[in-house]
């Protein structure tokens, strides 16, 4: 059974920068797409990075230049490294995973969820 557990959320002030895991169980997470998507109060959950078992990485561009995405195979954890963080990024943040080596960010293509990590990001 894939386990997925995001953690690392908090209060961060704008400017400020936060690191976000996803500690991955069941499965090699090298060999599936790893993604993370938010979701803010009253808005649709998104994609906004994934790294596939090619280690390839994308993320959508209102993230770009200001999160990245990378995996540790041995801890088997995918993190998310936020600067620049802005009042908009606020949101819970997930991780999930799909066997599919893909560059998709879309909800439906991935299969196993974690819960949420608050993000809030506030003066």
């Known amino acids: 059974e894939v386990q997925l557990q995001a953690s690392g959320g908090g209060l961060v002030q704008p400017g400020g920068s936060l690191t976000l895991s996803c500690a991955v169980s069941?499965?090699?997470?090298?060999?599936?797409?790893i993604g993370w998507f938010r979701q803010a109060p009253g808005k649709e959950r998104e994609g906004i990075a994934c790294?596939?078992?090619?280690?390839?990485?994308y993320s959508v561009d209102s993230v770009k230049g200001r999160f990245t995405i990378s995996r540790d195979n041995a801890e088997n954890t995918v993190y998310l490294r936020m600067i620049s963080l802005k009042p908009e990024d606020t949101a819970v943040y997930y991780c999930?995973?799909?066997?599919?080596?893909?560059?998709?960010?879309?909800?439906?293509?991935?299969?196993?969820w974690g819960q949420g990590t608050q993000v809030t990001v506030s003066s």
């Open positions: 790294i596939n078992s090619g280690g390839n990485t």
């Open positions: 999930a995973a799909t066997p599919r080596n893909t560059a998709t960010m879309t909800t439906r293509v991935y299969d196993s």
């Open positions: 069941g499965i090699t997470s090298s060999v599936y797409t």
